[in-house]
């Protein structure tokens, strides 16, 4: 650009003290300018605003003319359209060599499953297209889907990670065969190599070894981890979460004397008081407690007509009960919070007090 | 001054106009009938196959019915070519070791599968279900013709659009009775006013759509 720039210092300098002292002639009232070339008003800077992109500006000076340009272009895509006619290659049809049970073409196989967050599994329904998980939906036929009333048909509902788990199944990123430093090995070397690594460790009794693995619930993963250490009483298995319960753990220490998780029964919860808790959307466990926590929130007359059939009676008289009433205080806007009957926002710094003090925050 | 035109230029002139117009009309003709004939739409081409299949000699001599490989074609739009290991089923115990049924055998142990040439290929622009068409009256016959009869199959019908259209527009002509689908040698239309008022009666009782609706561009451009 710095060719571009056309300052002459002699001609600011004049027009400058000509405006001092009150010379300047050339507009009534006060003048502005945007920068020291516009000030100083040079023909350079004249033409410089005239040709508005003088870096950019293209000389039609080029041999192929834009009208040449657009009639080979044309040329090219009216001709690029004969190539669609063609007869069409001979396709091939490739079945399986031994076909997989129920499976058929075209129609989705579902299967039921789980997905662990933090150690709390969400029961789960895959969808599978040719063998490929496509899709995951909650599983309404597990007792974690349903809520206590004994009529209640599921619900299919998943929370976000559930939907995003579909590419721990499936990922077409990920890598086929095991890697070496960023190099394909076979399962046989892999094998091989782990095997050695564990004979090392037999004598040490594997003393210095660490599994490093995310929280497990799974009684057969346990089983199995339990199994190594059996074999390894020496080695080290570590459970780590970067989102973590841990500080809630500490707090279930401290009220009972044990670690202990906390599983929130919102059936049966009149007062809620959410401390910074967002349960409705973003815990472990979140879709049980939503629904709990919704089936509350419905308020059914009492039905007193006999003449409805004896079981709906049954239902809406069980339904019947008092709502329950959600009391949040929160340092961050929440779908929790978006549902309270009370709702407080506070600072993260003034959390700690409102939870210990008896009154309300603000 | 002498008459540039001899008195023959005249009769040239007319037959020239008359010619044109014979011309093309013609070329439209041969355009049709080009359009039309087996070199385009790849009617009555056999289709060599990686294996030397008959279909005349396992339907028509045999009598297996077209589901014991084709098992999805009721229930899905595709009606699956067999797995081989549905061919071992038989071909472990009869002609276990006939040269003809080598790359079958060799499918079966290696676990690659058999590369069949498609012979009925619809553009990929159409959609097209079997299910539905299985589950409405119309037989397996009508569209693929005699398989009990082709030692090498062949594409026994255009599968043009005019040619879907037909039985689209008047679907009474082409429907038969449930039990006789799979049945190849049920005429493949109703010709007899007899067999079209029938048709008529199982149009209505399979509850298939007007022609309007079977006609509508979407209902195969989707």
Redesign the interface.
């Known amino acids: 650009m710095s060719e571009d720039r056309h300052i002459n210092f002699k001609l600011m300098r004049e027009r400058i003290l000509a405006e001092q002292s009150g010379q300047d002639v050339r507009t009534p009232g006060k003048s502005y300018w945007r920068s020291l070339e516009e000030l100083a008003d040079s023909p350079e800077f004249r033409e410089f605003v005239e040709r508005e992109y003088p870096q950019q500006a293209e000389e039609w000076t080029d041999p192929v003319e834009r009208r040449t340009f657009l009639k080979l272009m044309g040329a090219s895509l009216a001709l690029a359209g004969l190539s669609g006619c063609v007869f069409q290659p001979a396709e091939k049809v490739v079945p399986n060599v031994k076909e997989s049970e129920n499976r058929v073409p075209g129609k989705a196989l579902f299967f039921a499953t789980a997905s662990s967050l933090g150690g709390i599994a969400t029961p789960l329904l895959a969808r599978s297209n040719e063998g490929r998980p496509t899709k995951l939906e909650g599983n309404p036929d597990h007792p974690n889907s349903r809520n206590a009333d004994p009529n209640d048909r599921g619900s299919s509902a998943t929370d976000i990670f559930s939907q995003a788990s579909v590419l721990s199944l499936y990922d077409p990123d990920r890598s086929n065969v095991p890697l070496f430093r960023e190099e394909a090995r076979t399962w046989a070397t892999f094998v091989g190599e782990i095997r050695t690594a564990l004979d090392e460790q037999r004598p040490k009794q594997g003393a210095g070894m660490r599994f490093l693995t995310e929280t497990i619930t799974s009684p057969t993963l346990a089983a199995q981890l339990k199994g190594i250490l059996t074999e390894f009483p020496q080695a080290k298995w570590h459970q780590y979460e970067p989102v973590n319960n841990d500080n809630a753990r500490a707090g279930a220490m401290r009220a009972f004397g044990q670690p202990v998780n906390t599983i929130y029964d919102f059936s049966k919860a009149d007062r809620i008081l959410s401390l910074d808790a967002d349960f409705l959307s973003a815990h472990p466990g979140t879709l049980k407690y939503a629904r709990d926590f919704a089936a509350r929130r419905r308020f059914v007359a009492p039905v007193l007509d006999t003449s409805l059939p004896v079981d709906i009676n049954h239902l809406e008289k069980k339904r019947v009960f008092e709502m329950n009433r959600l009391y949040v205080i929160e340092t961050t806007p929440t779908t929790t919070g978006a549902s309270a009957d009370h709702h407080w926002a506070i600072r993260p710094s003034e959390l700690l007090e409102s939870g210990k003090s008896d009154r309300c925050p603000g | 001054m002498p008459q540039i035109f001899h008195h023959s230029t005249n009769a040239l002139a007319k037959l020239t106009i008359y010619g044109a117009v014979f011309i093309l009309v013609a070329a439209l003709w041969v355009t049709a009938e080009l359009n039309r004939s087996s070199w385009n739409t790849g009617q009555w081409v056999e ?1 060599q196959q990686p294996v030397q299949f008959s279909h005349k000699h396992h339907v028509g001599d045999d009598g297996l019915d077209c589901r014991y490989c084709h ?2 074609v009721r ?4 009606s ?7 061919c071992m089923n038989c071909h472990k115990q009869i002609w276990a070791d006939s040269p003809y049924l080598e790359p079958v055998r060799a ?2 142990r290696d ?8 012979v009925h ?1 619809l ?1 990929d622009y159409a959609y097209f279900n079997h299910s539905i068409h299985v589950n409405k009256g119309v037989g397996c016959s009508t569209c693929h013709g005699r398989v009990d009869q082709m030692p090498i199959a062949y594409q026994a019908s255009t599968l043009q659009m005019e040619w879907c259209l037909g039985c689209h527009r008047n679907p009474e002509k082409f429907v038969r009775p449930q039990k006789e689908i799979f049945n190849m040698a049920w005429p493949p239309e109703n010709k007899t006013k007899e067999e079209i008022d029938d048709g008529r009666k199982l149009v209505r009782e399979f509850k298939i759509q007007p022609p309007k609706i079977l006609t509508s561009c979407s209902t195969c451009h989707r």
């Open positions: 289709r098992t999805s229930s899905c739009r595709v699956r070519t067999t797995p081989t290991s549905t499918s079966f676990g690659k599968p058999i590369e069949w040439i498609r290929d553009p």
